[in-house]
């Protein structure tokens, strides 16, 4: 059974920064692409970004330029590194492999 694990989210301050990460067992981890999608309060899912095996990066329009996936394949972990953190930006961070989701972590911009 897939295992997928987010960490790092928390609350800041507009402008700041914050690094999730995703670290996924049980999955031949390099041989697949990895999601970011985020959930707002009342809204449905929006998905964030996307590394395909080979490091090639995707991003909705709302966070491009802002936030970076990265990838490291000998840790089985996914990166989302946030910067420029908006108000819009608010909500749970999932990280997902086909059908597998984790639990996701909580981001909150707020002054």
């Known amino acids: 059974e897939v295992q997928i694990v987010e960490s790092g989210g928390g609350l800041v301050q507009p402008g700041d920064s914050l690094r999730l990460s995703c670290r996924v067992s049980?999955?031949?981890?390099?041989?697949?692409?990895m999601n970011w999608v985020r959930q707002a309060p009342g809204k449905g899912p929006e998905w964030v970004s996307y590394?395909?095996?080979?490091?090639?990066?995707y991003y909705t329009d709302s966070v491009k330029g802002r936030f970076t996936i990265s990838r490291d394949n000998a840790a089985n972990t996914v990166y989302l590194q946030m910067n420029r953190l908006k108000p819009e930006d608010t909500g749970v961070y999932y990280c997902?492999?086909?059908?597998?989701w984790g639990q996701g972590t909580q981001v909150t911009v707020s002054s």
């Open positions: 997902n492999v086909g059908d597998d």
């Open positions: 049980e999955l031949n981890f390099g041989s697949y692409g």
């Open positions: 590394v395909t095996t080979g490091g090639i990066t």
